[in-house]
T-cell receptor, first 112, second 115 residues
Framework: QKEVEQDPGPLSVPEGAIVSLNCTYS??????FMWYRQYSRKGPELLMY????GNKEDGRFTAQVDKSSKYISLFIRDSQPSDSATYLC????????????FGQGTILTVHP | SAVISQKPSRDICQRGTSLTIQCQVD?????MFWYRQQPGQSLTLIAT?????????ESGFVIDKFPISRPNLTFSTLTVSNMSPEDSSIYLC????????????FGPGTRLTVT
């Protein structure tokens, strides 16, 4: 079993839809959670960083962490064609230092 | 956030040759990492590039195949040695930045094709 599981999709939604992207993890040592966006032929771009259970909002993006269920989500409101990318969840352990463990990535397409 | 550049951005190499990839950061950083992203896959950490000492390799990666240099706090190189088609991947460097919260930022990647 992988430490981090993420549905690879692909996920296709119409413009304006609410998108929900999810990851589950098995390692209870993970304490820091990140979401990256990767456009085709580009490096990953850090979108959100959280380290406590609950919600964190930034514009159209909301990151949600449920440590009791070992489940994290990224919600995108009013999705735009420019949101079309691969979204990767990543997490790391008991200090904010140290290596990241990535999910497989979810390919998202938002069509006009 | 740190600004990271990589050279080359892409290359096509012959089997058996070696390629050195450079990573340059616009500010001094303590932690630098090298990742591999195979086609259609997620990122796998190759090693942590340590300034002034040998890199720390993850399971499945060895120094003879992926030698790494880190001469200072803004620069690192990764060499992919004796390449085979299985080495065709995107190679990414990343850095940790920030004080209270250590965020990790990635370079644009080097797309390597081995024929």
């Amino acid at each position: 079993q992988k430490e981090v599981e993420q549905d690879p999709g692909p996920l296709s939604v119409p413009e304006g839809a609410i998108v929900s992207l999810n990851c589950t993890y098995s390692n209870s040592a993970f304490q820091y959670f990140m979401w990256y966006r990767q456009y085709s032929r580009k490096g990953p771009e850090l979108l959100m960083y959280t380290y406590s259970s609950g919600n964190k909002e930034d514009g159209r993006f909301t990151a949600q962490v449920d440590k009791s269920s070992k489940y994290i989500s990224l919600f995108i409101r009013d999705s735009q064609p420019s949101d079309s990318a691969t979204y990767l969840c990543a997490m790391k352990g008991g200090t904010s230092y140290g290596k990241l463990t990535f999910g497989q990535g979810t390919i998202l397409t938002v069509h006009p | 956030s740190a600004v990271i550049s990589q050279k080359p951005s892409r290359d096509i190499c012959q089997r058996g040759t070696s390629l050195t990839i450079q990573c340059q950061v616009d500010s001094q950083v303590t932690m630098m990492f090298w990742y591999r992203q195979q086609p259609g896959q997620s990122l796998t950490l190759i090693a942590t590039a340590n300034q002034g000492s040998e890199a720390t390799y993850e399971s499945g990666f060895v120094i003879d195949k992926f030698p790494i240099s880190r001469p200072n706090l803004t620069f690192s190189t990764l060499t992919v040695s004796n390449m085979s088609p299985e080495d065709s991947s995107i190679y990414l460097c990343s850095v940790e930045s920030g004080t209270k919260i250590r965020e990790e930022y990635f370079g644009p990647g080097t797309r390597l094709t081995v024929t």
